[in-house]
């Protein structure tokens, strides 16, 4: 199925560093949502940005969607050991056959180091 | 505010089996997305229903099927299970109407087929 190009694939980093990842795509989305997932839970949402160029901070967290629409970035600033997880990018395409779904990244595996 | 509720939470079948999960959307969410988690294909978008009707379908086959009901609740069947049925499996909710809104996900149900 199609999928989001989402990078880097994992990280591994020393508490307090800041993290950048993110996503691109050939297509365009009209929406951009950046998603965490613990072990054996379901994703939890972060942040969700729906107009291009938006930048949208949560705490620590900062996510922008793209000006061409078809890429977003997560930054997690001062790294904590709960931090660590998976953190996965998803977008919305418009149109009709595209009601209710998401295109989902790969995720990246996010570990810190105390 | 509860969030998405999903049940059972674990579940071991056969192959051949067929299995029903439920997914509760948060109160006031008319709109259940449904998603297959594996490591090997991440997650993908199964179905999606609003006010009791499919809107829109992934490309899964047809041994994958779901309803929904007046009162929002889905549920998903999986016919003569196989064993790369295995996954997690996740239903997310969102308000609906446009089929754009942001989607809010269960903790999922694990399924193991063998």
């Known amino acids: 199925g199609q999928q989001l190009n989402q990078s880097p694939q994992s990280m591994f980093i020393q508490e307090g560093e800041d993290v950048s990842m993110n996503c691109t795509s050939s297509?365009?989305?009209?929406?951009w949502l950046w998603y965490k997932q613990d072990p054996g839970e379901g994703p939890v949402l972060l942040i969700a940005?729906?107009?291009?160029?938006e930048l949208t901070s949560n705490g620590r967290l900062t996510a922008q969607f793209g000006i061409t629409r078809k890429d977003s970035f997560l930054n997690i600033s001062a790294s904590i050991p709960s931090d660590v997880g998976i953190y996965f990018c998803?977008?919305?395409?418009?149109?009709?056959?595209?009601?209710?779904?998401?295109?989902f990244g790969q995720g990246t595996t996010l570990q810190v180091k105390p | 505010k509860a969030g998405v509720t999903q049940t059972p939470r674990y579940l071991i079948k056969t192959r051949g089996q067929q299995v029903t999960l439920s997914c509760s959307p948060i109160?006031?969410?008319?709109?259940v997305s449904w998603y297959q988690q594996t490591p090997g294909q991440g997650l993908q978008f199964l179905f999606e229903?609003?006010?009791?009707?499919?809107?829109n379908k992934g490309n899964f086959p047809g041994r994958f099927s779901g309803r929904q009901f007046s009162n929002s609740r889905s549920e998903m069947n999986v016919s003569t299970l196989e064993l790369g049925d295995s996954a997690l499996y996740l239903c997310?909710?969102?308000?609906?109407?446009?089929?754009?809104?942001?989607?809010?996900f269960g903790p999922g149900t694990r399924l193991l087929v063998l």
């Open positions: 997310a909710s969102s308000l609906g109407a446009s089929g754009g809104e942001t989607q809010y």
């Open positions: 297509s365009i989305f009209n929406t």
């Open positions: 940005l729906y107009k291009a160029g």
């Open positions: 998803a977008g919305q395409l418009g149109g009709s056959s595209n009601t209710g779904k998401l295109i």
């Open positions: 109160s006031g969410h008319r709109s």
């Open positions: 229903y609003f006010s009791e009707t499919q809107r």
